[in-house]
């Protein structure tokens, strides 16, 4: 039961670049969210799915993207990276919008 | 926008000593309320949760929590804590009209042997 998993679990690429973070679950769950953690901020949303093809933004969206054509995919693109998007990047997936929230194991990324 | 103030944020105990950490939210709604522990190099995991019904939550590991809605409170309890408790703790609150869930800035908890 492999759960929610995030790939790669450390990057480190450099301004201006695209970077592409996966994440993939295998609940078939109905949510699934985008956050960062950065010290003295906690864990912030960024965007969030409700369902496939459905995506709405959190608190910290812009500098973004996300798409969801899968149920079980959602992958979070940052379309020219930046210094301040340096972060450990967390996704979760829920049943419903009101319910526990699982975490993958996080990605560790670096913009130099 | 809904915040979320855990004011403690490091907490350094000697094992067997109690715990309380403080979490407080804003939103005057109805609300479900979390909290999540972060061990050092791994992810976020659920200790216990508040949705209705009895205001003193018990969740993993002997942890517990009390919903004081006067207080717009939910702080997190556990009467001997053991080294094993070293980690990051995350209150987390998601208001029943919306689809988000807003954390807390964290609190570290060392336990010294």
């Known amino acids: 039961d492999a759960g929610i998993t995030q790939s790669p679990r450390y990057k480190i690429t450099e301004t201006g670049r695209q970077v592409t973070l996966m994440c993939h679950q295998t609940?078939?769950?109905?949510?699934m969210f985008w956050y960062r953690q950065d010290l003295g901020h906690g864990l912030r949303l960024i965007y969030y799915?409700?369902?496939?093809?459905?995506?709405d933004k959190g608190e910290v969206p812009d500098g973004y993207v996300v798409s969801r054509s899968k149920t079980e995919n959602f992958p979070l693109t940052l379309e020219s990276a930046t210094r301040s998007q340096t972060s450990v990047y967390f996704c979760?997936?829920?049943?419903?919008?009101?319910?526990?929230?699982?975490f993958g194991p996080g990605t560790r990324l670096l913009v130099l | 926008a809904q915040s979320v103030s855990q004011h403690n944020h490091h907490v350094i105990l000697s094992e067997a000593a109690s715990l309380e950490l403080g979490c407080n939210y804003s939103y005057g709604g109805t609300v479900n309320l979390f909290w999540y522990v972060q061990y050092p190099g791994q992810h976020l995991q659920l200790l216990l949760k508040?949705?209705?019904?009895?205001?003193l939550v018990k969740g993993i590991k002997g942890f517990e929590a009390e919903f004081i809605k006067s207080k717009f409170s939910f702080n997190l309890r556990k009467p001997s804590v053991q080294w094993s408790d070293t980690a990051e703790y995350f209150c987390a609150v998601n208001e029943d009209t919306g689809n988000q869930f807003y954390f807390g800035t964290g609190t570290s908890l060392t336990v010294i042997p």
């Open positions: 979760a997936s829920s049943e419903n919008d009101l319910g526990t929230q699982y």
């Open positions: 609940w078939s769950h109905s949510y």
């Open positions: 508040y949705f209705s019904g009895d205001p």
């Open positions: 799915s409700a369902a496939a093809d459905i995506t």
